[in-house]
T-cell receptor
Framework: NAGVMQNPRHLVRRRGQEARLRCSPM?????VYWYRQLPEEGLKFMVYLQKENIIDESGMPKERFSAEFPKEGPSILRIQQVVRGDSAAYFC?????????????FGPGTRLTVL | SQQGEEDPQALSIQEGENATMNCSYK?????LQWYRQNSGRGLVHLILIRSNEREKHSGRLRVTLDTSKKSSSLLITASRAADTASYFC????????????FGQGTILTVHP
């Protein structure tokens, strides 16, 4: 059973471009979470999704950031018009059950560098 | 901020010694989990302790939870150089969709 997969592992964008980060949860997992880790800091929750639904996006910046988890295919975290401050590692996690009661399994992360 | 606090922020020990990391939180929780993150890598789940548990073991790991003090500790016994990593606690709040929060992490360095 493959673990959580994220791609790309490294992404370089220039200011103003768009960044798309993909996350394929573990097989059988219908709950996906995105976290951001700034350099030298801990992880910050961004958004929690189930298939076709955003359950909690309280950690998402109000502008430029969006996330989706379609019925088919991976979850996508999209950052429009990237700025240097968006440079960070973005981790995706999945779980089979609701988040407050179950272990999350993390992907390897996508390291976004904005030039 | 509701973010948990971990201490120490950094810990440097010799192989064979024990390492203790602490995590404090501010809300009521359903469970608390500890993760390890090797430099530049993703997180690996270590252990989950539920709010009605006080202590849990897994190999060389021992986790305690004191809900009255809103704190947890992770003890790694007989440390190895391979234990060098950052360690994070994560906890879930009291509702089904309660906030998930990570501590700031403890950077552990184990010298051979």
């Amino acid at each position: 059973n493959a673990g959580v997969m994220q791609n790309p592992r490294h992404l370089v964008r220039r200011r103003g471009q768009e960044a798309r980060l993909r996350c394929s949860p573990m097989k059988g997992h219908s709950h996906v979470y995105w976290y951001r880790q700034l350099p030298e800091e801990g992880l910050k929750f961004m958004v929690y999704l189930q298939k076709e639904n955003i359950i909690d996006e309280s950690g998402m910046p109000k502008e430029r950031f969006s996330a989706e988890f379609p019925k088919e295919g991976p979850s996508i975290l999209r950052i429009q018009q990237v700025v240097r401050g968006d440079s960070a590692a973005y981790f995706c996690a999945s779980s089979p059950l609701q988040r407050s009661t179950d272990t999350q399994y993390f992907g390897p992360g996508t390291r976004l560098t904005v030039l | 901020s509701q973010q948990g606090e971990e201490d120490p922020q950094a810990l440097s020990i010799q192989e064979g010694e024990n390492a203790t990391m602490n995590c404090s939180y501010k809300t009521s929780i359903n469970n608390l989990q500890w993760y390890r993150q090797n430099s530049g890598r993703g997180l690996v789940h270590l252990i989950l302790i539920r709010s009605n548990e006080r202590e849990k073991h897994s190999g060389r790991l021992r986790v305690t939870l004191d809900t009255s003090k809103k704190s947890s500790s992770l003890l790694i016994t007989a440390s190895r150089a391979a234990d060098t990593a950052s360690y994070f606690c994560q906890y879930a709040g009291g509702t089904s969709y309660g906030k998930l929060t990570f501590g700031q992490g403890t950077i552990l360095t184990v010298h051979p």
